[in-house]
């Protein structure tokens, strides 16, 4: 699985923005699909997954409310939209595949064997 991320820029305190994830190859159907995120000087962090099942999802309490991950497995894609930004949500989010057919959903990006580039999300107050 290919994935290739797009939709950051600068916004301001309290905006909404869009992530979009493609993906290509493979049968993106069978995997979980996650984003994450990355400040610098800091950890990656989970921010939500879908499940290729069901389209179960999981949020951080950080972003639950907020945030909503949503995939089509016809066009190949997963989006994050994002309302009520913080300048703590600045960081480089990333999209990620696990999988196939994984039992429940991953939080652990270490259980992620693909991922797309970073597209930087910056939030400034």
């Known amino acids: 699985v290919q994935l290739q991320a797009s939709g950051g820029g600068l916004v301001h305190t309290g905006d909404s923005l869009r992530l979009s994830c493609t993906a290509q190859?493979?049968?993106?159907?069978?995997?979980?699909l996650a984003w994450f995120r990355q400040a610098p000087g800091k950890e990656r962090e989970f921010v939500a997954v879908i499940s290729w099942n069901r389209g179960r999802t999981r949020y951080p309490d950080s972003v639950k409310g907020r945030f909503t991950i949503s995939r089509d497995n016809v066009k190949s894609t997963v989006d994050l939209q994002m309302y009520a930004l913080k300048p703590e949500d600045t960081a480089v989010y990333f999209c990620?595949?696990?999988?196939?057919?994984?039992?429940?959903?991953?939080?652990?990006?270490?259980?992620?064997?693909?991922w797309g580039q970073g597209t930087l999300v910056t939030v400034s107050s």
């Open positions: 990620a595949a696990a999988g196939p057919f994984l039992r429940d959903p991953t939080t652990d990006p270490n259980d992620y064997g693909y």
């Open positions: 190859g493979r049968l993106f159907s069978n995997y979980d």
